[in-house]
């Protein structure tokens, strides 16, 4: 590799924002595709070497969940807990253990608590999560007609400032209910997209925003649905039913009986005005089911008018459900071309202008519900499918989208419940469930289903999920009955949240998505340092011209209080103090120079450990605390010594101290190699810092307080001889 032509090229990247995927809008590149981690499983991420480099062509997309607290009724109920405290509570539907019946059950607990959806610190975090993943869109389900419009409208302010603070998020778009989006697609555009309201995170495809609904049920419902008796239809006989409509006509059609008769037919046909006015469509329509719906089509559609739908030519035994009753004050019934009592059934689907607004406005994708199907025409999209999963393509047969799930609510080749035997869950891989020891922690499904996507190597992937957590306790679910029943959560087996747990695989899951995301998208190599020399003096202008500049969120110090599930409950955590923003190396044959800026000036120390350099010089993640050897504790005062520590078996010890100046907002500190066991510079070396996180003493501390850079386990890795 040509290093000068690299640092040249690195040195361009940064100063445009670098190539960015297409669906990612600009904002600082804390370049965090760069960034090492080693997860508790010892996992390390998969570097450039390893997944090649970035292709902007490829999109990720995760399933992100935004009722946390629209539904409580009591608790939180912890399924796990429950199980823990009565192993026998699932035959036990009377026990005062659960909640009610349809009530929200937890499967387990998040990180951050039970938390709420409008918990603003909660949503930072899962903006900056995401974002260093590589994940370009979450997608809210919307699935179940609420769109919870003051939950996504708290995410998208929260969302928005993290943006204007300078950083990236993901963008958002949503998936509305598979078989009658209408309603859901009508309030998220008069509510969100039509006013404008956020439109920097809408998430575009196809250069429009992307909905998954499907766009052929996107049309307004009038006519008469109202039947008492069905009229059979003779041989040269017709029955009909004339209409009136203020709007186009798409489509047009009634509800038919065969009295179960197999095979039964007939011919529907569209005239202008009336019986005797001008044929406008004729169809033959075959194989009609018992009391199906059978409709015309138009396109282009026809205009605002009165028009005369009849039905002809039967074959079988077949008729029109009709009320005997004037119960449709737009149209009459017809018998033989002559007025006849009553109302036929009318289905009238018509686009009116604000429809016709909308179906222009945004891509559809039209979502197929069915894990096992796979698709029935171009552009549809799955949101979870079990193994192997299908391939989606869209109308140029391109390969455009696969999804990907944690676990699947399938039982043998049936939807079933997470809680019923034999789901597949977290373990679940090569057709069976794996029984070894702590198999759930290693996400062997998820694995499975990404090995497949990246072997398809679709244009967008489909993630499910983050932070869905619950699930409504039932009784029966698509034929089964059992005393208690939970069908899309249930433990920690049976859930599909990446989102890091309390306990349990911790954070395993998200750095498992982190090397997946990667080797899907691709990665850059982290720039090699530039050091020219620096000199601890308290004046930090030398450090102008070393490179590269290592970069952290900014606005992300720990700042939260937001009442919990439980209304007695608040999560208040106020430890972040400093922003930590951004920071660089410097070297030479005989020592290493460190610099750090905060955003604003730093705030007098709170406690002795307030401010914490981090680091790994054996490049070996496994051995220290959380893999590094040394730490470098920052003073009190501005111009002392910084205290040079280092890891023995289960403890810190003073070993040495650095030379260490401080400013307002920049600080400086320069040890020699050989405090730290070393001769000369290794070939990298990896590091953190952090500032006021220290509370528990385990990999929570980077994640939960403070304000670490960079974020949660991740790594800086200064590269000191390129290869």
Known sequence: MNWPACLSAWTAFLAVGGDLPAATPLG????????????????????????????PDRTVGIFYFLWLGAHIQGGPYDVTRILAQDPDAMTKPDSPLWGPLHAPHHWGESLFGYYLTQDEGVLRKHAQMLADAGVDVVVFDVTNQVTYQADYQALLRVWSEVRAAGNRTPAVAFLTPFWDPAKVVRELWRDLYEPGLFPDLWFRWEGKPLILADPALILDRAGNDQQKLPALLEPGHTLGQTFTTAAAVEKVGGRFPTWNTKGSAMTLSLFRDGPAGERLARQRCANVGDNEWRLLEFDPPLPAGTYYLEMSEPSGRIGWWSHPDDVFSDGAAFADGQPATGDRTLRLLTAHPETRRLREFFTFRKPQPDYFQGPTGPNQWSWLEVSPQHVFTNTAGQKEQMSVGVGQNAVGNRLGSMSEPGARGRSYHGGAT???????????????????????????????????????????????????????????????????????????????L??????????????PVRPPPTVVDGQFADWQAVEPEFRDTRGDPVRRGHRGWDPNVTYENQTGRNDLVATKVSFDSERVAF?????SPFLPPADPLWLVLFLDVDANPTNGWLGYDFRVVAPSQPSEPARLERRTSDAWQAVGSAKFQRSAAELELALPWSALGLSTAPTHLDFKWADHCLVANDWTDFTLNGDAAPNDRFNYRAVLKPR
């Open 28 to 55: 600082l590149d804390h370049l965090s595709d760069t960034w090492v981690a080693t997860d508790a499983l010892g996992r390390s991420l998969p570097t450039a070497v390893e997944v090649g480099p970035p292709r």
């Open 514 to 527: 982190v090397s997946h995301v990667r080797r899907y998208k691709g990665a850059r190599p982290p720039p």
């Open 434 to 512: 794996d029984a070894r020891p702590n198999a759930v922690r290693w996400g062997l499904n998820v694995a499975e289903q990404w090995a497949r996507a990246l072997a398809e190597d679709p244009r967008f992937v489909f993630v499910t999920g983050w932070n869905e957590w619950i699930a409504g306790r039932f009784a029966e679910f698509n034929g089964v009955r059992l005393p208690v029943m939970f069908v899309d959560q249930f433990d920690q087996e049976h859930s599909r949240d990446i989102e890091p747990m309390r306990g349990g695989h911790g954070d395993d899951y998200y750095y498992q």
């Open 595 to 599: 610099y750090l800026r905060s955003q």
